[in-house]
């Protein structure tokens, strides 16, 4: 069975991203973060189009997530951010991804449990996840394989002391403990310069096509392009309402054509009256209130569209952002499971 919803995914724009974050990580590893299904776009095609270009070192949250990764995990390095439960020590033993152990329990567990290699996340600032610098001066991470000391940057978006602040907390951890490796830095976190990105950068966002900083506008590309069938296209007049609680009313006779899309797949109610989709050059604009299954646009600009033919939604994720008051995080992440993933 085929879905009306489909998303248009650009492969070559993902791996061109990543490329780009690469080349400005320098002498840095640059791997991926492909948390919550490869931010919606399906965790093991993001995975197998980036390992085929070079990356090697990938980011789940939880152990479900490295378990889906497990038919490409043999020849990756994949590392899991939230740690390890006690839930979670069966899969965690086998071998095919790190622990990013991120409490004091969590580190004593992972000792208790005779666990090997891992991660270890530090707080430098945050105040998320991650140990303290004072527990790794008192010997909390002694004698444990650490493969990867990290941690994360705030506000790495924002040019503020906070950065800075965070950098140097993290560079004296340096020769602390035994990590193979230093990393600190995001997709945000890569266009702070050099200086931010360590041995391992992990780009999330600006592989996706966000952008970031300004310093990433005119380099990332957009990779994700949600497309809707048109279920009804139907004629109103002058005075006649549209939608839930009428909150437009139509000030002359339009055309409007009614998708198959709503906040149930993650186009939210946010873009009602601010949204648009696309029919060649033509901006079609959301009118109405977006509802869970279903959007109004007006198609005067458009005249030869019919039921069951596809339209663009306006999804630039700068742009849509701005429309919609959501994050470019929020955006990607919320594509709901109705679309097909076309690449």
């Excluded at 997530?65 to 995990?73: I, M």
């Excluded at 069951?308 to 700068?318: H, I, K, R, S």
Aim: glycine share 10%; net charge negative; aromatic share 6%.
């Amino acid at each position: 069975m085929t879905s009306p919803l489909r998303l248009r995914l650009d492969a070559a724009a993902l791996v061109d991203n990543w490329r780009w974050l690469a080349r400005i990580s320098g002498t840095a590893a640059c791997g991926a973060a492909v948390k919550a299904d490869g931010y919606g776009l399906g965790a093991l095609a993001v995975v197998g189009r980036l390992a085929a270009a070079g990356c090697r070192d990938f980011f789940v949250a939880t152990w479900a997530e490295a378990e889906a990764l497990r038919p490409l995990a043999d020849s990756l390095s994949v590392a899991v951010l939230h740690g390890v439960r006690d839930d979670d020590i069966g899969v965690a033993l086998a071998g095919t991804a790190r622990p990013v152990l991120s409490t004091p329990e969590q580190v004593r567990r992972w000792r208790t449990a005779g666990g090997g290699a891992c991660d270890v996340m530090v707080d430098t600032g945050m105040n998320r996840l991650g140990v303290s610098p004072a527990d790794v001066a008192a010997g909390l991470l002694d004698g444990l394989a650490i493969d990867t000391l990290m941690s994360h940057l705030a506000c790495a978006d924002a040019d503020v002391a906070m950065n800075a602040a965070q950098r140097s907390a993290f560079v004296a951890l340096a020769g602390r403990t035994t990590a193979r490796r230093l990393s600190l830095a995001n997709s945000a976190g890569i266009c702070l310069g050099p200086d931010y990105a360590f041995d391992l950068t992990r780009p999330g966002l600006a592989l996706y096509g966000g952008i970031p900083r300004a310093e990433a506008a005119g380099h990332i590309r957009q990779v994700v392009t949600p497309e809707a069938q048109i279920l009804q296209r139907r004629r109103i007049g002058a005075g006649d309402p549209v939608g839930y609680n009428a909150t437009f009313t139509a000030d002359r006779p339009i055309e409007l054509a009614i998708l198959n899309i709503g906040y149930a797949d993650g186009y939210l109610r946010t873009f009602s009256g601010t949204g648009a989709a696309r029919a060649g050059d033509a901006r079609l604009p959301v009118v109405g209130r977006v509802s869970m299954d279903l959007t109004a646009i007006c198609v005067d600009a458009a005249p030869d569209l019919a039921e069951g033919d596809w339209v663009m939604l306006d999804y630039d994720l700068p742009t849509a952002s701005a429309q919609s008051g959501l994050s470019q995080y929020e955006l990607l992440t919320g594509l709901g499971a109705r679309f097909d993933r076309v690449w």
